[in-house]
Every structure is written in structure tokens, then in C-alpha cells.
């Protein structure tokens, strides 16, 4: 079975701090990874997609950066903080077709 | 532009009651649509999803009503439980291009 892995589970940072979140997908090879961001209480927008290492398309501009580094991980980073960033990250995968699965998430606090 | 929607944005139904959750779209190709259900503090789950082939799609007390000319579907949750208190989010995407469109959400509290 596959399983997704977000790291931290939870961040603090000050505004103009950098920053690095990271997701593991386990036990499917090759997969699709997206990134995507949640205000509290707010819909789902995503930020990144990756059908292969090394390749990341942006969808939005949000000062942010992504990058497939191996096969399994996608990391998603800044070198500078805004108040805006503030949210739930949340990595997902599909095995190529259409249907996506979410990780837990990580929820980042910019104060 | 805001081609998702999601209606109504919050509803309360007491247990054992069928809860209706709409959504609609405004892009013809879209032709996969998933929704996905949420509790807080996670991240969502694929509950259900159809293609626009189909009509319905049923799986277990989620039943999913599409309706391709008016560009309208439905989540039918019957013998609602106090443990499906959570926001469902509609999405909607166009086979192959890897970016989904999501509705605002749709709050249901299930009330013992």
C-alpha cells in the first residue's frame, strides 16, 4: 500500500525567514506529485505539479519554489517568508489517471 | 473566475436524515469529477468520484448524481452520521492536464 509522508507536522516562522517543507510518497514508483496550499477555512488551491524527477511546473506565482530532488519527494520551499504564506500545505499524489491523494498536511504559522 | 461551485456553503441535518451537497461547473471539458471530504486539522480524502460518462455513481451511502447538459452534480449522503461531520469540496478537472479545480467547500454537521 502506499503511504504520503509531509514533514514538519507543524511550523513557526518569522516573516523573511526561509523556509523548506518536504513529502515521501512510499510504495508507488514514478508518481505524479502536487503541491497545494489551504487558507483556514478556505478552499484548496494548488501550487505545483511533477510527473517526473527533476521537472516542476508552476501553476501559481506565490513566491514559492518547488523541487523534485528523487523519484519519492517533493520539496516545497522559499527563501523569504510573508505573512501570506500562512496556511496548510498539503503533498498529494496520483498514480497517473486523474485521482489524487492528499497527505496530512503541514500547518505553517508566519508571524 | 470562479468555475466550481459549490452550494450551499453550510448545512446541518440530523442523524439518520439524507444529506444533499451541489455543485456545478462552468467548463464543458471538464469530465472527472472527485469529491473529497475533509475533517479538521487533515488533509482531505477521495470519498467518491464519476466521469462524465456515467450518471451515477454509488458506493455505499455516498451516491453521486451528475447531470451533464445543465452541468450540475450532487453527493447524496443517506442515513447521515454525527461522524460525517466534515467540509466536502467538489473539484472538477479535464482528463490528463493534472490541475483540478476546487469548490469552496460545503460545512455539514450531522446532528445526533
Known amino acids: 500500500a502506499q503511504t504520503i509522508h509531509q514533514w514538519p507536522v507543524a511550523e513557526i516562522k518569522a516573516v523573511g525567514s526561509p523556509l523548506s517543507l518536504g513529502c515521501t510518497i512510499k510504495?508507488?514508483?514514478?508518481?505524479?506529485l502536487y503541491w497545494y496550499w489551504q487558507a483556514t477555512g478556505g478552499t484548496l488551491q494548488q501550487l505545483f505539479y511533477?510527473?517526473?524527477?527533476?521537472?516542476v511546473e508552476s501553476v501559481v506565482q506565490l513566491n514559492l519554489s518547488a523541487s523534485r530532488p528523487k523519484d519519492d519527494q517533493f520539496i516545497l520551499s522559499t527563501e523569504k517568508l510573508l505573512l501570506s504564506h500562512s496556511g496548510f500545505y498539503l503533498c498529494?499524489?496520483?498514480?497517473?489517471?486523474?485521482?489524487?491523494?492528499f497527505g496530512p498536511g503541514t500547518r505553517l504559522t508566519v508571524l | 473566475q470562479q468555475q466550481v461551485r459549490q452550494s450551499p456553503q453550510s448545512l446541518t441535518v440530523w442523524e439518520g436524515e439524507t444529506a444533499i451537497l451541489n455543485c456545478s461547473y462552468e467548463?464543458?471539458?471538464?469530465?472527472?469529477f472527485p469529491w473529497y471530504q475533509q475533517f479538521p486539522g487533515e488533509g482531505p480524502a477521495l470519498l467518491i468520484s464519476?466521469?462524465?460518462?456515467?450518471d451515477k455513481k454509488e458506493d455505499g451511502r455516498f451516491t453521486i448524481f451528475f447531470n451533464k447538459r445543465e452541468k450540475k452534480l450532487s453527493l447524496h449522503i443517506t442515513d447521515s452520521q454525527p461522524g460525517d461531520s466534515a467540509t466536502y469540496f467538489c473539484?472538477?478537472?479535464?482528463?490528463?492536464?493534472?490541475?483540478?479545480?476546487f469548490g469552496k467547500g460545503t460545512s455539514l454537521v450531522v446532528h445526533p
Open positions: 467548463d464543458s471539458t471538464f469530465n472527472y
Open positions: 464519476i466521469r462524465s460518462v456515467s
Open positions: 498529494a499524489w496520483s498514480p497517473g489517471g486523474d485521482e489524487q491523494y
Open positions: 473539484a472538477a478537472t479535464s482528463g490528463g492536464n493534472y490541475k483540478p479545480t
Open positions: 511533477s510527473i517526473t524527477v527533476g521537472q
Open positions: 510504495g508507488k514508483s514514478s508518481p505524479n
